[in-house]
């Protein structure tokens, strides 16, 4: 996650009244940069729940709002509205300022932990604004705020059958994502997804791990207890995983902790990410664990983990928790689920849809012209190292002998 550097800086514009830019645009937008999320709270929360709302989990006010708590840096954040002629609200994006290499550079909140960075628009209809009215609507307020540039990556080229007008000048990521349409019959959903072998071997499996470990739950963390059980699980599985692959373990940062304990905590109403698990019964211990963003139509995957003893993983207790989490999420009404950005063998084996995504960078002055040339040149190498399964294998092999 974004958000130690000590050389990031807040605006260089001051912004006055209730926080807020407001700037005329010639093809009739407007828009307004605010500066804190109370101020756009209320429009905010409107949008994300009006029936013709068109947004990924990620743009729920919840979920930002937990990401951005976790930030040391919060004076960082800017929200674009973008109002059509007669006032209406259009568009939101949550941003964060950083200055890198020099250049003060817009990215969407959420970083490498959200999956999707398309807007929040108020409408399909509000998505068929052109690629150039949504661009010159960000120039202009890039030049108000003292940005050089956009740099907004993993943008869907559609989404919810919309195209997003963000995508449509992207060039692709190193990778996409990979999507599941829930029919409204769990049964007939999880018949879909997973192949007769396929299901008759967890059958087998999970009969195996109850002769083993005695009975097994499946598990929605509801409660503080529940929840502080099964992230401690997460934590300690992920950082066994990680050193055994050799990088980083992006889950000991504070910031990310921080923000996934307000991203899972019991709400009102529904949390801005769930947290499902694996238990056995008799000694809670936690086997297997799940968590997704969610709004009313969708589960979006940012993580899964395992125990790693190799006794438990004869079981694949990883696959018996998706497994049920599909049936879970139909049964529950969703009507999408998803297993986010990477290429992995499961994800391409269940789900039926590839998501597809770009990079869109965006320059405001003659300074982010040069920041956009290097950038894309940098993500042409990434893609070509992702995508080449033998480049990838060299740089993994480079990794663990620089941590080793």
Same mark, same amino acid.
């Given at each position: ?7 990031? +800086? ?12 407001? !700037? ?24 994300? +729940? ?11 006010? !919840?979920?930002?709002? *937990? ?6 840096? $919060? ?28 250049? +003060? ?41 003292? @940005? ?6 993993? $943008? ?32 007939? +959903? ?6 007769? !072998? ?7 499996? %999970? ?24 992230? %401690?699980?997460?934590?300690? $599985?992920?950082?066994?995983?990680? *050193? ?28 801005? @990410? ?34 790693? !003893? ?14 049920? &989490? ?12 998803? &297993? ?49 399964? $033998? ?14």
């Amino acid at each position: 996650m974004a958000g130690k550097d000590g050389s990031m +800086t807040s605006l260089a514009q001051d912004l006055t009244g209730a926080g807020m830019i407001r !700037d005329s645009l010639r093809d009739g937008l407007t828009a307004e940069l605010f500066t804190d999320l109370a101020s756009v709270e209320a429009l905010w929360r409107s949008m994300e +729940t009006a029936p013709e709302a068109l947004a990924t989990p990620y743009q729920r006010f !919840d979920w930002v709002a *937990a990401f951005v708590a976790g930030l040391e840096a $919060q004076d960082r954040l800017r929200i674009l509205v973008l109002r059509d002629a007669a006032g209406r609200p259009a568009a939101l994006m949550a941003l964060l300022i950083a200055r890198m290499r020099g250049f +003060t550079v817009a990215r969407v909140v959420g970083a490498k932990h959200a999956n999707y960075h398309m807007p929040l628009f108020a409408s399909h209809q509000a998505a068929g604004l052109s690629a150039e009215e949504v661009e010159a609507a960000l120039v202009r307020a890039g030049q108000a705020a003292g @940005i050089d540039a956009y740099a907004l990556d993993h $943008q869907p080229r559609f989404w919810d059958g919309s195209a997003n007008p963000l995508s449509a000048r992207g060039t692709p990521c190193a990778s996409d994502a990979y999507g599941l349409m829930l029919g409204p019959d769990a049964e007939a +959903t999880v018949k879909r997804s997973f192949s007769g !072998d396929a299901r008759k071997k967890l059958r087998a499996k %999970e009969r195996k791990l109850v002769e083993a470990l005695g009975p097994v739950d499946y598990v929605q963390a509801t409660t503080p207890e529940s929840i502080a059980a099964i992230l %401690e699980a997460f934590y300690e $599985q992920k950082r066994t995983r990680f *050193a055994a692959m050799g990088i980083a373990n992006p889950y000991t940062d504070d910031d990310v902790r921080r923000f996934i304990a307000g991203a899972t905590a019991p709400c009102e109403g529904r949390p801005a @990410i769930e947290l499902h698990a694996l238990i056995a019964r008799n000694d809670r211990r936690v086997l297997a664990t799940f968590g997704g963003a969610v709004n009313d139509d969708r589960f979006s995957g940012m993580w899964t983990s395992f125990d790693p !003893d190799p006794e438990i993983g004869r079981f694949s207790p990883g696959d018996l928790l998706l497994h049920h &989490l599909i049936g879970q999420q139909t049964s529950a009404g969703r009507r999408a689920f998803d &297993l986010g950005v990477g290429e992995a063998r499961y994800k391409s084996s269940i789900c039926d849809e590839t998501i597809e995504l770009v990079e869109v960078l965006i320059p405001v002055t003659l300074r982010g012209q040069l920041f956009v040339l290097a950038a894309n040149a940098a993500s042409r190498l990434k893609r070509r190292i992702k995508r080449s399964p $033998q480049l990838w294998q060299a740089v993994s092999r480079l990794r663990k002998l620089r941590r080793s």
